[in-house]
């Protein structure tokens, strides 16, 4: 193939190689044509089409052949992530260059996850740092794809699912719900498990997929609003709960800030003395009481708000009647 043909290609050279003929014929073809054109083979790493796995797999011959001034900056930032990974010593720059190599690396290199254990690591590192560092809810389809992929095969996902919900995007919850209705068992299985802050009856029950979807869809569309981040995690326990449900928030009808860091706003003095007496009911009345709350504010803000300012004694009265 000669120069023009190369760097014209929709698909990368060496890409190619590695995706149709496998890693050692790629290496194999990059060195032989870095011995004869090095200037080609500096263009084909340095073509904004290049996927980041090939550079992954070829960063100890570059290094080894010091060619590491003679890349672009996308290259050499996503090199020295790989070092800094590989020393335990991981630091992302919170700049628009480094983010924006760090989503060159996911997006490109999310279909070869499982290439190698410091792949899949390196992976994890720099879907965290978008969620954490970029704030770059953009990437969220793509760690979702990575959770549900490894977890079919058995692999490492806890960091991943830590990112996905530190976004306190109610997007992510909404990607986890719609896979209830993947033909997958382990997708399902996976879904299941992440969901189990949705109090949904017959969850055991694999011939009721489709009660499972429509009555936790309905419950999230409901009470996303009043739903507050724990920080539950997989390092903690084998079946955390990310998200709670505020009786309280769905009582008063504060929506919460779910992406705040502290997940609602400040109660007023009224809502204090309203919620005093909430807070001393058994859980099924505050259940009873916020559900209805929830309906009357829905259909009619003038009657929600003579009903709230009623005593829980009248409120309750008026629910059962």
């Given amino acids: 193939m000669n120069k023009s043909n190369i760097l014209t290609s929709k698909e990368n050279?060496?890409?190619?190689?590695?995706?149709?003929?496998?890693?050692?014929?790629?290496?194999?073809?990059?060195?032989?044509?870095?011995?004869?054109?090095?200037?080609?083979?500096?263009?084909?790493?340095?073509?904004?089409?290049?996927?980041?796995?090939?550079?992954?797999?070829?960063?100890?011959?570059?290094?080894?052949?010091?060619?590491?001034?003679?890349?672009?900056?996308?290259?050499?930032?996503a090199l020295n992530i790989i070092n800094t990974v590989f020393s335990d010593n991981i630091r992302f720059d919170s700049?628009?260059?480094?983010?924006?190599?760090?989503?060159?690396?996911?997006?490109?290199?999310?279909?070869?996850?499982?290439?190698?254990?410091?792949?899949?690591?390196?992976?994890?590192?720099?879907?965290?740092?978008?969620?954490?560092?970029?704030?770059?809810?953009?990437?969220?389809?793509?760690?979702?794809?990575?959770?549900?992929?490894?977890?079919?095969?058995?692999?490492?996902?806890?960091?991943?699912?830590?990112?996905?919900?530190?976004?306190?995007?109610?997007?992510?919850?909404?990607?986890?719900?719609?896979?209830?209705?993947?033909?997958?068992?382990?997708?399902?299985?996976?879904?299941?498990?992440?969901?189990?802050?949705?109090?949904?009856?017959?969850?055991?029950?694999?011939?009721?997929?489709?009660?499972?979807?429509?009555?936790?869809s309905r419950w999230i569309s409901e009470n996303l609003p009043y739903l507050c981040y724990t920080g539950d995690h997989f390092q903690q326990t084998p079946c955390p709960i990310p998200f709670e449900l505020s009786l309280e928030n769905k009582y008063l009808q504060n929506t919460t800030q779910l992406e705040s860091p502290k997940n609602q706003r400040s109660y007023t003095e009224d809502e204090l003395s309203i919620l005093d007496d909430f807070r001393k009911l058994e859980p099924d009345k505050q259940e009873l009481l916020s559900n209805h709350s929830h309906f009357l504010h829905k259909i009619s803000k003038k009657r929600w708000k003579k009903w709230i300012n009623k005593s829980i004694a009248d409120q309750i009265e008026n629910v059962n009647l």
């Fill in 13 to 77: 050279y060496l890409d190619q190689i590695r995706l149709n003929k496998g890693i050692e014929k790629m290496k194999g073809a990059y060195n032989d044509l870095l011995s004869h054109n090095e200037e080609e083979a500096l263009d084909m790493l340095n073509s904004e089409n290049l996927q980041f796995p090939t550079l992954f797999v070829l960063h100890g011959e570059i290094k080894k052949q010091r060619l590491l001034d003679k890349l672009n900056s996308r290259n050499k930032l």
């Fill in 95 to 216: 700049d628009e260059e480094n983010h924006k190599t760090a989503k060159w690396m996911l997006e490109t290199g999310y279909e070869s996850d499982g290439l190698n254990p410091h792949y899949d690591e390196l992976l994890d590192k720099v879907a965290v740092a978008l969620i954490k560092i970029y704030n770059d809810h953009d990437s969220l389809r793509i760690i979702e794809k990575l959770i549900y992929n490894r977890y079919n095969r058995g692999s490492y996902i806890y960091d991943l699912v830590w990112a996905f919900f530190e976004s306190r995007n109610p997007e992510s919850i909404k990607m986890v719900v719609k896979r209830l209705l993947s033909k997958d068992s382990k997708d399902l299985e996976l879904s299941q498990k992440l969901l189990g802050f949705v109090p949904c009856p017959n969850r055991e029950n694999e011939h009721d997929i489709i009660f499972q979807y429509k009555y936790t």
